[in-house]
């Protein structure tokens, strides 16, 4: 019952919060808000690993706890209720402002009367895989009308003595930050050239000789982070033509000509003997065909959210579950922000409103996706480029069938699949149907991105796949029996 009356309380004080509208950048604040504190710190680590703490900052922040108290979660306009770490009613009130993955995160201070006290800005910057984080806070410093020059001076002795106070937090607070981010693995990025003079993009996280190597960095970013270890580096990379790899023109794109025998060149630059290589997505096609040419390269293969093994029936129903999950209101309003010129000459703001609409197809739980990391920094994700190359990927792919091949597939399979994802499970059961050393698991209520919607668990099944064994809940897939001929 108490939970339900704060609750009640708070309602009409969130509606109120959330109709100030929110500043887009520090500039834009209030004449009467000004920069009271700046604070910076440099973090070795990319800011791919520094971002996940900027947006969940609990485990570096002091003072108040942050509570989810209404909007949209994890987007411009989320607010959240401050509150001391022993409970009770909110000191104050924070509003995303704005978020832009990996660049910048803006929050609204208001007061639980719904007045503006200022905004909060952390500020990130990437060189040479060192991330310097800028924390600048921005306060009203106007004194309330009617003091006398005493009552004046002591409020701004106060002022200043609490800024004080506010400074040492917030250099404490970055320095805890700092540690706890530079006390994971060690990363590195790089590029390693095919052949043919295309530069893939690699990041490379942990140590050791075994080495899990996963198809598309700009998806997973640090998701598959605490797999690596003193003895296990996880290898992310983006195919050509994605991510922060080279753009190629169409005779240098394929999944079976290219994507298929690149990882090889990624295996060579770390000098890794195996891999235990990951295929996500469509990227499955790609891992199994690299594993199924390089066996002695390959130790293990994990396909995440597959699509099934050949093109009919398995990608036509693919296409067929993903269409009634589109909003049609949705993609007219974009329409019409499109048309009213909205997005003229802001191709990556165009991607990143995209972007949200097509969460909708395959990720069941809207309140998780906050979590998607934002691969719109990159030019090859932007409109222009990524609907010229995809199509073209998927024309040059054909109508494929891999069952042949999988008869005579040896090598430990895990196929991890989401009931509520757009690919059948008929064709992740294909996968590793009569297999001895193939397994299914099946993750109830679970779209397409296993890495965000579902992280603990995944990473344990992983874990103990990597270890040499199978995720509880793993089962084999009897082989279909052969039909008769009529």
């Not at 409020?155 to 930050?177: H, I, Y």
């Not at 000509?257 to 690149?262: L, T, W």
Request: proline share 8%; glycine share 10%.
């Amino acid at each position: 019952m108490t939970v339900v009356r704060r609750v009640r309380r708070t309602l009409p004080l969130v509606a109120l919060v959330a109709s100030i509208a929110p500043a887009s950048s520090p500039g834009q604040v209030p004449d009467a808000t000004h920069l009271v504190a700046q604070h910076t710190v440099t973090i070795e680590r990319t800011a791919m690993t520094v971002w996940p703490h900027i947006v969940e900052p609990s485990a570096w922040k002091q003072g108040n706890r942050l509570t989810h108290a209404g909007g949209p979660w994890g987007a411009a306009g989320e607010v959240f209720a401050a509150r001391p770490a022993a409970g009770g009613a909110p000191d104050y009130y924070l509003v995303n402002a704005e978020l832009v993955p990996y660049r910048r995160r803006t929050m609204k201070l208001v007061g639980t009367d719904g007045t503006l006290m200022g905004f909060a800005t952390y500020s990130l910057e990437e060189q040479d895989g060192r991330t310097t984080v800028r924390y600048d806070v921005f306060a009203e410093t106007r004194l309330p009308a009617g003091l006398t020059p005493g009552a004046a001076d002591t409020a701004r002795a106060r002022a200043a003595a609490g800024l004080r106070a506010s400074a040492q937090r917030f250099d404490a607070e970055l320095a805890t930050l700092k540690r706890l981010v530079e006390a994971g693995p060690p990363e590195r990025t790089g590029y390693a050239t095919t052949p043919d003079g295309v530069r893939l993009w690699y990041r490379e996280v942990g140590r050791g000789p075994d080495v899990v190597l996963v198809n598309a960095a700009n998806y997973f970013a640090a998701s598959l982070d605490a797999l690596a270890s003193d003895t296990r580096r996880v290898v992310t990379y983006d195919i050509r033509g994605r991510g922060r790899t080279d753009s190629v023109p169409p005779d240098k794109m394929g999944i079976l000509e290219f994507d298929a025998v690149d990882p090889e060149v990624i295996r060579r630059a770390v000098g890794a003997d195996k891999v235990t290589r990951v295929g996500w997505s469509g990227g499955a096609l790609a891992a199994y065909r690299y594993a199924e040419q390089f066996p002695t390269r390959v130790s293990r293969l994990v396909l995440l959210t597959p699509v099934g093994p050949r093109f009919s029936p398995w990608w036509e129903d693919m296409r067929k579950n993903s269409a009634p999950k589109l909003d049609p209101a949705l993609q007219r309003r974009m329409a019409a922000r499109v048309a009213a010129g909205e997005f003229a000459g802001d191709e990556v703001g165009r991607c990143r409103a995209g972007a949200w609409m097509g969460l909708r197809t395959n990720w069941p739980d809207s309140t998780q996706w906050y979590r998607a990391p934002d691969v719109c920094d990159s030019p090859n994700e932007i409109g222009s480029r990524y609907n010229d190359f995809v199509p073209r990927l998927i024309a040059k792919l054909g109508l494929f069938d891999f069952r042949e091949g999988l008869s005579r597939f040896r090598l430990p399979l895990l196929v991890v699949h989401g009931d509520r994802d757009n690919p059948p499970l008929g064709g992740s059961e294909e996968w590793v149907a009569g297999m001895a050393q193939g397994r299914l698991l099946v993750m109830p209520g679970m779209g397409h991105w296993p890495q965000y919607e579902r992280p603990a668990e995944l990473l344990a099944a992983l874990r103990a796949f990597l270890d040499g064994g199978w995720p509880t809940g793993a089962v084999a897939v009897p082989k279909a029996p052969a039909a008769k001929a009529p």
